[in-house]
C-alpha cells in the first residue's frame, strides 16, 4: 500500500541519519522519565526494527554496484555485511569483481565506500583475503595507500590491515 512504501522510504531516510542510536541513547537518558517520550522512542524503535531487514537487503546493494556510485549508507556497514557476505559468492562472485572494479572510480567518496566494502568482505566471507587478492584488490587498496584523498586513505589503511588478517575466528570475543 502506499502508507507501506511511504513508511519504508521514513525509515530507510531515518536508519541512514543514525536516527537508531540516537533513539537508542535517549531510552538510556535521564528523558525517559517523560512518558509520552517513553512511548513515542519506543514506537520508533519498534517500526525502525521491523522496516530493517528490508532495508538491508543484499539486492539493493546489488543495485548500487550496479550504479558505479557508492555512498555512505547502511549496506555499507559491519551489521549488513555480517549478515550478508556469504551472498557475494553466488555468479562467481560478480558482486566482489565490481566493487574491485570500483576502487579504480573517479569519485573519492565511491572509492572509500568500495575500500571499507572490500576489508568487511575479507573479515566476513571466508577466504575472503584470497578472493580479494585473486580478482586483484589487495593490490588496488595498497595502492591507494597513497592517495591523496584523506579519507580514501583512511579507508584504504582499514581495508589492508584486515586482509593481512589470517584468522579474523581468532578476534571474536569469546
Not at 522512542?41 to 530493517?52: D, G, I, K, P, S
Not at 538491508?56 to 549508507?73: A, D, G, I, M, P
Not at 567518496?109 to 577466504?127: E, I, L
Request: glycine share 2%; net charge negative; charged share 30%.
Amino acid at each position: 500500500s502506499q502508507d507501506e512504501d511511504r513508511e519504508k522510504i521514513l525509515c530507510e531516510a531515518v536508519i541512514e541519519l543514525k536516527l537508531p542510536k540516537i533513539l537508542a541513547d535517549i531510552a538510556d537518558s535521564k528523558l525517559m522519565n517523560d512518558v509520552e517520550l517513553h512511548d513515542d522512542v519506543e514506537f520508533l524503535q519498534q517500526t525502525l526494527a521491523r522496516n530493517f531487514k528490508v532495508l538491508t537487503t543484499f539486492e539493493r546493494h546489488e543495485q548500487e554496484l550496479l550504479s558505479k556510485r557508492l555512498n555512505w549508507t547502511m549496506i555499507h556497514e559491519e551489521i549488513f555485511w555480517k549478515e550478508n557476505a556469504h551472498k557475494f559468492e553466488h555468479n562467481n562472485f560478480s558482486s566482489v569483481h565490481r566493487l574491485i572494479d570500483l576502487l579504480d572510480s573517479e569519485d573519492p567518496k565511491t572509492v572509500a565506500v568500495a575500500c571499507s566494502d572490500v576489508g568487511y568482505f575479507v573479515q566476513y566471507f571466508p577466504n575472503g583475503r584470497l578472493i580479494v587478492d585473486k580478482y586483484g584488490g589487495k593490490q588496488k587498496v595498497m595502492a591507494l595507500l597513497q592517495s591523496s584523498e584523506p579519507e580514501v586513505r583512511k579507508q584504504a589503511l582499514t581495508a589492508c590491515s584486515k586482509i593481512m588478517i589470517n584468522n579474523w575466528e581468532s578476534f571474536k570475543s569469546k
